[in-house]
């Protein structure tokens, strides 16, 4: 079922809201909760829209952020590549499909790493692949959604490691 109008964003902002929040906290297990319920807000509003690939590869991607919170398993994390590949492979259509393909394994390994520094570092990376998909696709709203993020990505670094440290040194004079 395609819902006609803007009916299908709602649960797309939603998930929006949650994924732009939850990087401002600096604790690994509720930045994965916040990003496994975004995705699937994101997943059901790519199923009401008709992109099913795209709602597939965002419920997946909810699955196995919920599964990294609990394990870091290296067998674990590459069969989460190999089937993020796969989903990808199925729907490929035009050569920013492989975008998809590689923010998406981006993103698994940035949620499948033990330290949030890490998690921090390699998750703009799959943000920015995933805007440059999202532009040559033309989903203005997922580019939206990415610029966001990165922003607040941006901006939860600055305040936890630039403002942070003037804090720590403000304190260590007195």
Not at 14 to 36: C, E, P, S, Y
Not at 41 to 60: C, E, I, Q, R, Y
């Amino acid at each position: 079922m395609v819902l006609e109008g803007a009916l299908h964003h709602i649960p797309g902002i939603f998930g929006l809201l949650l994924i732009v929040t939850a990087w401002q906290f600096n604790d690994r297990q509720k930045i994965l909760f916040m990003n496994a319920t975004a995705f699937a807000f994101f997943a059901v509003s790519l199923f009401l829209s008709g992109a099913v690939v795209g709602g597939a590869m965002m419920l997946f991607g909810a699955f196995r952020t919920v599964i990294a919170n609990y394990t870091q398993d290296k067998k674990l994390v590459a069969l989460f590549l190999m089937i993020s590949v796969a989903i990808g492979v199925t729907g490929y259509t035009q050569w920013y499909d492989a975008l998809a393909i590689v923010g998406g394994c981006i993103g698994i390994l940035a949620f499948n790493s033990k330290s949030v520094d890490t998690m921090r570092i390699l998750a703009p990376m799959g943000s920015i692949v995933w805007a440059v998909h999202n532009y040559n696709a033309g989903a203005w709203p997922q580019l939206t959604t990415d610029c966001l993020v990165l922003v607040s990505m941006a901006i939860a670094y600055i305040r936890m490691n630039y403002l942070a440290f003037r804090v720590q040194r403000r304190v260590t004079a007195q």
